[in-house]
């Protein structure tokens, strides 16, 4: 399944090390928000962990 636009912009963020609470100061949603972004993008990707999330995005950029 595809991400969304705000789970892609959610899992770059967190592929370059960015807590939910900076994801969410550097925009206009709520840290409640910004977890749930994370937690369907791991849905939509079959992950398990932000780490492991991080490392897909990675290896999509290189």
Do not use: Y
Request: cysteine-free; hydrophobic content about 40%.
């Amino acid at each position: 399944m595809p991400l969304t636009d705000k789970e892609l912009e959610v899992a770059f963020a967190v592929a370059t090390d960015k807590s939910a609470l900076r994801i969410a100061s550097q925009t206009v949603h709520s840290v409640h928000t910004v977890r749930n972004q994370i937690k369907s993008a791991l849905r939509s990707t079959g992950r398990h962990s932000q780490s492991q999330l991080a490392s897909l995005v990675r290896d999509w950029l290189f």
